[in-house]
T-cell receptor
Framework: SQKIEQNSEALNIQEGKTATLTCNYT??????LQWYRQDPGRGPVFLLL?????KEKRKERLKVTFDTTLKQSLFHITASQPADSATYLC??????????FGTGTRLTVIP | GAVVSQHPSRVICKSGTSVKIECRSL??????MFWYRQFPKQSLMLMAT?????????EQGVEKDKFLINHASLTLSTLTVTSAHPEDSSFYIC??????????????FGDGTRLSIL
């Protein structure tokens, strides 16, 4: 069966450290992988998109890697801040804009 | 740019009521919009793809007669939950992409509608 698993439901880290979130998938062949941020009671907000032929993508303090052999994406937030506290969702796109979401990791950055 | 507005943000109503949720793309035209449902501590689940001027495409297990979708214009899609029951209580979210369905661009989400059926 198809699965998208994010490594942990919750992750607590100290301010200033690097947060690393994991997204693993099985039985999908995504063309794209996307990461979103979701705050409580709000819709997801797009952060980064990485294509299947790309290894790494960066945007300011964010970095995403995509390994289609391991079927895994890593999402890093460097120099984390309390304002980065939110739920982070990975989503696979297999085509035609249909997105399949993981269950999310709730990140808490402790001051 | 690329703002998606969803209304209402919260609905509380009695069992048996029909509820309409609106999703608007404010600064772009959207030939395709998507409707998701999210239960507490669970992932967003795609319910249906709303296509302007044609019938919606529903995911497996989603009752099309229960969740009526109308996409009458390039900026508005509506989801009507008919004869809602407590098990329909959930967080409903819509999304759209400025580039259209095959553009492979990120989707922009509304802020969701919290539906509570008593």
């Amino acid at each position: 069966s198809q699965k998208i698993e994010q490594n942990s439901e919750a992750l607590n880290i100290q301010e200033g450290k690097t947060a690393t979130l994991t997204c693993n998938y099985t039985n999908y062949s995504p063309a794209y992988l996307q990461w979103y941020r979701q705050d409580p009671g709000r819709g997801p907000v797009f952060l980064l998109l990485i294509r299947e032929n790309e290894k790494e993508k960066r945007k300011e303090r964010l970095k995403v890697t995509f390994d289609t052999t391991l079927k895994q994406s890593l999402f890093h937030i460097t120099a984390s801040q309390p304002a980065d506290s939110a739920t982070y969702l990975c989503a696979l796109e297999t085509g035609a804009n249909n997105l399949f979401f993981g269950t999310g990791t709730r990140l808490t950055v402790i001051p | 740019g690329a703002v998606v507005s969803q209304h209402p943000s919260r609905v509380i109503c009695k069992s048996g009521t029909s509820v309409k949720i609106e999703c608007r793309s404010l600064d772009f035209q959207a030939t395709t919009m998507f409707w998701y449902r999210q239960f507490p501590k669970q992932s967003l689940m795609l319910m249906a793809t709303s296509n302007e001027g044609s019938k919606a495409t529903y995911e497996q297990g989603v009752e099309k007669d229960k969740f009526l979708i109308n996409h009458a214009s390039l900026t508005l899609s509506t989801l009507t939950v008919t004869s809602a029951h407590p098990e329909d209580s959930s967080f409903y979210i819509c999304s759209a992409s400025p580039g259209g369905r095959f553009s492979n661009q990120p989707q922009h989400f509304g802020d969701g509608t919290r539906l509570s059926i008593l």
